[in-house]
Structures are given as C-alpha cells and as structure tokens.
C-alpha cells in the first residue's frame, strides 16, 4: 500500500528509506554475527579484527564439548535434554487444553461464558514472576521440585489463557455446515470435537504450538528456581551457571552462546511467518 | 474446559492468594510460619535500602522500554509499510532478536560491553574515540541505560509486527484519496495511519508496560543488580530476598508492590481506551 505521491517522492526517497532499514537490519543483526563468527576463532586474539572471517583460520576448538562441563561435570547437552522435554511436555499438554477450552468457548453455550473470556483477559495481565514464591511453595509440597512436571504445570497455566483466546477465535471462525451435519447425524460435542474437528484443525494446533515453544524454551526466572539439582537444570539456567564458573574464557562462553540459540534461530528460519502470523492474529481484530 | 481452570486454579489463583498472606509472616522456606502482621512491610518500606531503586528502576525500566520499543516499532512499519521491496526480508530480521532467548543474548551482550570486550575494543581502534571507552556495566549510571538499551534492541521487532499487520489491513482507497486531496506523507501517517492503529497502539503499549515491568532475566544476567545495586529492579530483590536470603515474607512484600502496580497499570489502560465497557458489553 502506497504513503507516497509519486512526484514529490523520486529515487531519491525510496534509496534514502532502503538505506535507513538497512542500517537498522545491520544493526539487528551484527552481534549474532559477530557472536557466532567470533566462536569459530581461539580465544586469545578473539579481540583482534573482531570482524574479519579468516577464512583459514577458523577452529572449532571452542565447541570442545569437554570445555562445556561445568565443574560439577554436567554436560551442557543435559541441559539441552531437559529444556527438550519440559517443553515437549508443556506444549502437548497445552494444546490439549486450551483446544478444548477454545472450543468450548467458541461453541458451546454455557452461564457465565463471557465472564470466563474477561477473567482470561485479566489473567493474561498478571506478573507471574511475583507467583514464584507461593509456586515454590507449592511444587514442593507435591513433591515436584526438579521434576519435569514440576515446571511443566506453571508453564501451562500460564500460556493458558493466551492459548485458548486464540483457540476460541480460530473455532468461532469454523464452518458451521460440518458442525451442524454431524449435530444432525446425533454426535454429541466430544465426539463432534475428536472426530471432526481436530483433523482439520492442523492450523489453529500448528499455531499454539509454535507461539508457545518460544516462550517455553526461553523461560528463565521459574526454571531457575523450580530446577535446583544440577542434572535436572535446563537451559537457560545450566548457561548462566555455566557464565558464573567460567566467565574469562571467551572462546568457549561465545560458542555455548552460539549453541544456545541455535535451536530458535533454526526454528525461526522455518517458522517465521506461521509465528508472526499467529501473534498478530488476534490483536488486529480490534 | 475443566482441566484447563484446574491449573488456572492451582497455578495461578491460589498463588496469588497465598502471596499476599506470605507477606504478612516470617518464613524462612522451611519450618514456620510466624505471623508478623505488617512488620514486613515497614521492614520494606522503611529499612530496605535497595526497595526505592528497584521501584524506582522498574518503573523507569518499564516506561522506557516501552516508549523505545513503541515508538521504534511503529517507525519501522511506517517505513516498511510505505512498499518498499523486501519488506519480507526486513520484517524477517527485525523480528529475528525477539525470538532470542534473553538468557544467552544477555550474556552476549555482556561480552560486547565488557572492558576488554566488543565496543571497548571498536572505541580504541577509531582514533579520538578511545576516550570513550568505559566500563560500561561497572559505572552505576550507565549500566542500568544500558540494559535498556538492550531490551529495547530485543523486543522492537515485537511491536513491529504489529503496527504492520494492523497498516496492512488499512485500505488503499484510504490513501488514495488523501492523495488526491493533496495530503503530504507525514500528514497521511499522522491523521491516517496512526488514528486507525489506535486499538493495536493501546494494546500494544499495556503489553510492553506490564511485560517489561517484570523485568527479571535481563538485568539478572546482565549484571545481577549491580553494579552497587543501581540496577535493582522488584524482580531481582523478589529472587534475592526470596531465594538468596530466605526471607520469603519480605520477598512478599515485593510481589505485592508487583501485583499493586500491575494493577494500576491496567486500570489505567482500561480507562483510556475505554476497553472495560466493551468487554463487559459482550
């Protein structure tokens, strides 16, 4: 869509506009650059010509996996196994849920449904981070401290209404015609929702499902305090740990960074579009 | 519909609850609980000498990340918006550092800015700027500008996106015919554009000021509240107190002050853009 007149709005504009972005793309851009090239270099002149790539004299000394111990002999890929499965676990579970809350909302006519909606607003309002003491509390009484679940559960209630909201607004949108045969055929909602809708629901379970791995893996404050025991870490913690006990060698600390993000960045190549799309998707209504 | 209230319920609403109590005992995360009525409050309010800064910090932290990102954010989709070629692409890498963790990207961040680090180095190459090179996390002031900056360098692709989705849904005709009545590219942004974006630009801003409010994993990772305790913010006290110090009942207190200005922050959203009635109408 065009802001502009074409006279008053030459070449010159539209290359002063390219080149603005371009800086900023830069700017976004280079110290993931420089942080990944970086951690191809030994660690003693890393400083040196921090931008050059030479080409010859790349080593992938730092991703010496034994550098990646921390002192109690944890291997950093225990981290990345347990950042794995608590977010395997959260998102399965969430999706579950919120599709079927979603639908719920969407379809089903019930008291006290649009008070349900707005509390969902509200609790998308609350700084869960003032929750950690009383979940602290809490995981431990049921005995789920360093358990998968144990950070799993929180994970959830917390993407919960987020998820549902957009899972109401996906089903609200779906053709009533299916729907209504199968009302017709004597289906009761359980078996409308299992038989019918979930296949060609890919869409809407495609989205949860990507906008939450974000948050899940990237986690931070709960994972540090619900995940004490050293094997159990994921990680976002094992890495700040892993700063804390090795913080002068920077060829190694740049290529744990490297690895770390390699995972989202990855899934970002892949999914950038499905994540943007599913983000916005609700806001825009308004 | 039930499983999901379930953890709702256990995670979430009780929690809550059980913080605002937890505030008015001793606890020390084991053993009992000792009732101290609102001792821990005028321990918080009076004797902590960090609890000002860190509300003070959280709120500056807030409204400055939240005016960076925004205003940012929307620039950028006003200039992506005015159909330049690759704006896939743009959109692309401008998004890119939102999906970072913070965790790992603080710790880079930190390798930048180190005394031996990235920029320090860059300063001493250029001739006349090697002055400026500083210790940029290690002097008081300038650290805690720093991690905003950062934050801000982390999340104005997230605002981005959407003030591009909500232009993109504006329609040409719109446009077209500003054009046709002589209206300049600034006036079209500022009588059009932006009137039209006024639901996303509210939603948008209540987000950042809550989210960015919370801050904890940033300026953890980042210089852990130091350097001296000037980059303080509730969150980092709340862990400390809490985890450090095993002062549960005081961390609570926190968490209260967490909740209190949260809520402000909303009633205030809900009063500007008149949300509250529409909700309700439903």
């Given at each position: 869509m065009a802001l502009y007149r074409r006279k008053e709005n030459g070449i010159f504009n539209k290359l002063l506009l390219q080149m603005i972005l371009i800086i900023w793309v830069i700017f976004q851009v280079v110290p993931i650059l420089w942080l990944v090239s970086s951690s191809f270099k030994p660690s003693v002149g890393i400083m040196n010509n921090p931008f050059s790539f030479p080409l010859k004299s790349l080593t992938i000394e730092n991703y010496d996996f034994q550098k990646f111990k921390t002192f109690a002999g944890i291997d950093i890929?225990?981290?990345?196994?347990?950042?794995?499965?608590?977010?395997l676990i959260s998102l399965i579970?969430?999706?579950?849920?919120?599709?079927?809350?979603?639908?719920?909302?969407?379809?089903?006519?019930?008291p006290g449904k649009n008070i349900f909606i707005f509390f969902f607003i509200v609790l998308m309002g609350i700084p869960i981070h003032a929750l950690i003491i009383p979940l602290y509390y809490l995981i431990g009484k049921i005995g789920l401290l360093n358990n998968y679940f144990g950070l799993a559960f929180p994970y959830i209630a917390f993407r919960f209404s987020f998820s549902t909201l957009l899972a109401q607004a996906y089903f609200k949108q779906y053709p009533n015609e299916i729907v209504e045969a199968a009302k017709m055929d004597g289906c009761g909602h359980l078996r409308i929702f299992f038989s019918i809708i979930m296949p060609g629901s890919i869409g809407i379970i495609s989205t949860i499902l990507i906008v939450n791995f974000i948050q899940f893996w990237n986690e931070f404050l709960f994972a540090l305090v619900i995940?004490?025991?050293?094997?159990?870490?994921?990680?976002?913690?094992?890495?700040?740990?892993?700063?804390g006990e090795r913080a002068t060698d920077w060829g190694p600390m740049l290529a744990v960074i490297t690895l770390a993000i390699l995972p989202t960045l990855l899934f970002y190549l892949i999914f950038s579009r499905n994540l943007i799309k599913g983000l916005t998707a609700g806001a825009i209504k308004g | 519909m039930l499983p999901g209230m379930l953890f709702i319920l256990v995670f979430i609403a009780i929690p809550i609850i059980t913080s605002i109590m937890l505030s008015f005992f001793n606890w020390k995360g084991y053993g009992n609980f000792d009732f101290v009525g609102l001792k821990n409050y005028l321990k918080v309010f009076i004797s902590d000498r960090y609890f000002y800064t860190a509300l003070k910090n959280s709120i500056i932290f807030s409204i400055s990340v939240t005016i960076g990102t925004v205003g940012l954010g929307f620039i950028l989709a006003v200039m992506i918006d005015l159909k330049v070629k690759f704006w896939k692409f743009y959109r692309f890498f401008y998004f890119l550092p939102v999906v970072i963790s913070t965790i790992p990207l603080a710790l880079l961040w930190v390798q930048i800015f180190h005394p031996y680090g990235l920029l320090n180095n860059l300063l001493l190459e250029v001739t006349g700027l090697e002055s400026l090179q500083r210790s940029w996390l290690g002097e008081p002031n300038i650290a805690f500008v720093i991690i905003i900056l950062v934050d801000i360098w982390h999340y104005t692709g997230f605002t981005m996106i959407f003030f591009l989705a909500g232009m993109q849904n504006i329609e040409e005709d719109i446009y077209e015919a500003a054009k046709l009545d002589g209206a300049t590219t600034f006036q079209r942004i500022f009588k059009i554009t932006a009137p039209l974006l006024k639901n996303v630009f509210s939603i948008i801003i209540i987000l950042q000021l809550i989210f960015s409010f919370q801050v904890f994993d940033i300026v953890y990772a980042m210089t852990r509240g130091g350097p001296f305790h000037s980059t303080e913010v509730l969150g980092t006290r709340l862990y400390q107190l809490a985890f450090s110090e095993q002062q549960f009942g005081l961390a609570s207190v926190y968490a209260v002050v967490m909740f209190i200005v949260s809520i402000i922050y909303a009633v205030f959203y809900i009063r500007v853009s008149g949300y509250g009635k529409v909700a309700l109408q439903s």
């Open positions: 890929s225990i981290f990345f196994k347990n950042s794995a499965v608590v977010t579970l969430l999706t579950a849920v919120a599709l079927l809350a979603g639908y719920a909302l969407a379809r089903i006519r019930f995940m004490r025991d050293n094997a159990a870490k994921t990680l976002t913690v094992g890495l700040m740990s892993f700063k | -």
